[in-house]
T-cell receptor
């Protein structure tokens, strides 16, 4: 299993440009999410999905769009990049079993995408 | 609603000393609690988790944490720090059937020789 993969690893954009961060998982996980990590802020939830065709907003959704057409993929779109979106972005996935001992309780993280907006 | 407070954004210990990283949480439902570790320029890796049952949870690399409901705490400890433990540590809470994780702001652990 490759786990959770993210592309690209690094990206530099100019203000106003758009781009899509890719995220894929091969664990058949229903739940997928996007976080941004900024110094001193921890990880903040941007958007999440509990299954194909279902998405919802997290704590900091403004300026980002998502869609979930398949179980495996959960791309994050920046519509018009701003310097405030300079950050490290992490995708994560987990199963949705509520069994207390299930490893599905764990979220698995991708390696991250480091984005700079000039 | 749920939240996590990690006391101390930076903790420095000597090699061989006790590591104690503090985490307090709030949750309106019985929580699932997690500690993740992040090494420089890498993603997050699960150290340990508490769901139900035994309140003392053992994880990887010699770390353990104790869930104390009365204190709403889930502090992370390791008896003897190693240089390789230097990393950032994140405490996170999940409220039962709500799959969303809420993270603390992280504690950077440095280990001095």
């Amino acid at each position: 299993n490759a786990g959770v993969t993210q592309t690209p690893k690094f990206q530099v954009l100019k203000t106003g440009q758009s781009m899509t961060l890719q995220c894929a998982q091969d664990m058949n996980h229903e739940y997928m999410s996007w976080y941004r990590q900024d110094p001193g802020m921890g990880l903040r939830l941007i958007h999440y999905s509990v299954g194909a065709g279902i998405t919802d907003q997290g704590e900091v959704p403004n300026g980002y769009n998502v869609s979930r057409s398949t179980t495996e993929d959960f791309p994050l779109r920046l519509l018009s990049a701003a310097p405030s979106q300079t950050s490290v972005y992490f995708c994560a996935s987990s199963g949705t079993s509520l069994a207390e001992s299930s490893s599905y309780n764990e979220q698995f993280f991708g390696p991250g995408t480091r984005l700079t907006v000039l | 609603a749920q939240s996590v407070t990690q006391l101390g954004s930076h903790v420095s210990v000597s090699e061989g000393a006790l590591v104690l990283l503090r985490c307090n949480y709030s949750s309106s439902v019985p929580p699932y609690l997690f500690w993740y570790v992040q090494y420089p320029n890498q993603g997050l890796q699960l150290l340990l988790k508490y769901t139900t049952g035994a309140t003392l949870v053992k994880g990887i690399n010699g770390f353990e944490a104790e869930f104390k409901k009365s204190e709403t705490s889930f502090h992370l400890t390791k008896p003897s720090a190693h240089m390789s433990d230097a990393a950032e540590y994140f405490c996170a809470v999940r409220g039962g059937s709500n799959y969303k994780l809420t993270f603390g702001k992280g504690t950077l652990l440095t280990v001095n020789p």
